[in-house]
Antibody, heavy 121, light 107 residues
Framework: QVQLVQSGAEVKKPGASVKVSCKAS????????ITWVRQAPGQGLEWMGW????????NYAQKLQGRVTMTTDTSTSTAYMELRSLRSDDTAVYYC??????????????WGQGTLVTVSS | DIQMTQSPSSLSASVGDRVTITCRAS??????LAWFQQKPGKAPKSLIY???NLQSGVPSKFSGSGSGTDFTLTISSLQPEDFATYYC?????????FGGGTKVEIK
C-alpha cells in the first residue's frame, strides 16, 4: 500500500541543523510532489514548502527561506527536509505529505506519521 | 498570502448532532479547498478535496460545500470517533495556507 515512513524523533541544540527523511513506498515516487508541514505543540498546521519528486523544483515558505532545504533521492524514493540554525520555536512535529492531483491542481493527500523535533539547550 | 479563517475555533456537541464548520478565504480560491481531520497524537487525515469531493473511504456523513471565499464542512450525525480537530486548507496558490482549526469536543 502507499505509505510514507519518516525518520525518528530528534533532539537538537539551538543553532544546530536537523534533517528529516521521508521514505515513500507503494507508488512511483517521481510522479508526485511532496509537501512538508509542521505543527508546534498545541498549535495548528504550518505549510513549510513543496518539492517536485520529478525534477526537484521547490517552493518554500518565505519565513523559512534561507534556513530550509528540501531534496529528494529518487534512487531510494526518499524525500528530505533540512532545517538549519534551529531555534526553540522550531520545536514541532514535522510531516511529509504526498500530493494528489485533481482538476489540474495538486493538494496534500497522504501524510507520513510525523517526526518530533525538539530544540532545547 | 491567502488567509484562511475558520469558525468556530471550538465547539461542544453531542453524539447525533449535526455540526457545521465554516472556512473563509481572504480572496477567491475557486474550489481549491481541502479539509483534514486530526486526532490527538496522530497525523492529519484527508477528508475532502476540491471543496466537496469526499476522499475514498471517508463516510458519507461528512460533506463539504462552497466556492470562491466561503466554505463549510458538515458532519450530519456526530459519532464518538468524530471528536477531533478539523482544518481547512487552500491550494489555489503558494504559500498553501491552513485555517486555524476547529476542535470538536463532547458536550
Amino acid at each position: 500500500q502507499v505509505q510514507l515512513v519518516q525518520s525518528g524523533a530528534e533532539v537538537k541544540k539551538p543553532g544546530a541543523s536537523v534533517k528529516v527523511s521521508c521514505k515513500a513506498s507503494g507508488y512511483t515516487f517521481t510522479s508526485y510532489g511532496i509537501t512538508w508541514v509542521r505543527q508546534a505543540p498545541g498549535q495548528g498546521l504550518e505549510w513549510m514548502g513543496w518539492i517536485s519528486a520529478y525534477n526537484g523544483n521547490t517552493n518554500y515558505a518565505q519565513k523559512l527561506q534561507g534556513r530550509v532545504t528540501m531534496t529528494t533521492d529518487t534512487s531510494t524514493s526518499t524525500a528530505y527536509m533540512e532545517l538549519r540554525s534551529l531555534r526553540s520555536d522550531d520545536t514541532a512535529v514535522y510531516y511529509c505529505v504526498r500530493d494528489e492531483y485533481y482538476d489540474s491542481s495538486a493538494y496534500p493527500r497522504l501524510w507520513g506519521q510525523g517526526t518530533l523535533v525538539t530544540v532545547s539547550s | 498570502d491567502i488567509q484562511m479563517t475558520q469558525s468556530p475555533s471550538s465547539l461542544s456537541a453531542s453524539v447525533g448532532d449535526r455540526v457545521t464548520i465554516t472556512c473563509r478565504a481572504s480572496q477567491g480560491i475557486n474550489n481549491y479547498l481541502a479539509w483534514f481531520q486530526q486526532k490527538p497524537g496522530k497525523a492529519p487525515k484527508s477528508l475532502i478535496y476540491a471543496a466537496s469531493n469526499l476522499q475514498s473511504g471517508v463516510p458519507s456523513k461528512f460533506s463539504g460545500s462552497g466556492s470562491g471565499t466561503d466554505f463549510t464542512l458538515t458532519i450530519s450525525s456526530l459519532q464518538p470517533e468524530d471528536f477531533a480537530t478539523y482544518y481547512c486548507q487552500q491550494y489555489k496558490s503558494y504559500p498553501l495556507t491552513f485555517g486555524g482549526g476547529t476542535k470538536v469536543e463532547i458536550k
